[in-house]
């Protein structure tokens, strides 16, 4: 049993806010979410650090240079638990510092759009979801 099998897989998910107060999502390709809207992210890699796994992340998925600004909430992500995966995300909040966004990974985003808080998309991945109830709820963690 692999490593990922036992024990839960630490990610990041980054909610981009724009100098209009809107939010970059893409939409997912993939297993997890396919069709779905969400927010920039991945799995930490190993010796790095949360916030330097966020600037990674967005890097690599948007091309997009950012600022931290702060950790605001993390979830449990258990919807794949019959798949032998859990994920715990921590949530990161940047602001883009720099030019427009380009989808750099075309085999796992369809494309990528910025969303007003009061007009996020109905079909938001469930992780991205629950960020967006913390983030609007000023929560940082619920069981």
Known sequence: MSDAATHPIPCIGVMIENDRGEFLLGKRKGVHGAGE???????????????????????????????????????????????NRQYVTFIIKVL????????????????????????LPDNLFNPTRRAFVHLRNNTFYTP
């Open 37 to 83: 809207w969400a927010v920039p992210g991945g799995k930490l890699d190993m010796g790095e650090t949360i916030a330097e796994a966020a600037l990674r992340e967005v890097k690599e998925e948007t091309g997009l240079d950012v600022t931290f600004e702060s950790i605001i909430a993390v979830n449990d992500d258990l919807e794949w638990i019959s798949d």
């Open 96 to 119: 883009s510092t720099s030019g427009e966004p380009v989808c750099m990974e075309p085999h796992k985003c369809e494309e990528l759009r910025w969303f007003a808080l009061d007009a």
